[in-house]
């Protein structure tokens, strides 16, 4: 069965928690900037969203989901020399 390889959802949660606790008060006096930020903010919910979309219809025509933390994570189907 193949495998997909998409993103561990923490990586979502992570951005969001990030700019939600610490960027947005940072911005409290900039109304434009703060505006980019919920804009961006909305953004980021939808890609969570548009993944999960992404990941039942996967599962649904029977692929498996491969969750990388890291683009550095070693490829299993690459092949080493000896």
């Known amino acids: 069965m193949k495998s997909i390889v998409l993103p561990a959802p923490i990586h ?8 939600e606790r610490h960027t947005q008060s940072a911005l409290d006096q900039y109304p434009a900037q703060r505006q980019q930020l919920h804009d961006l903010l909305a953004t980021l919910r939808k890609a969570t969203l548009q993944q999960e979309y992404l990941e039942a219809e996967c599962r649904r025509s029977g692929l498996t989901i491969e969750y990388r933390w890291s683009i550095h994570q070693n490829d299993p189907t690459a092949r080493t020399s000896s």
């Open 12 to 19: 979502y949660e992570l951005l969001m928690q990030i700019l």
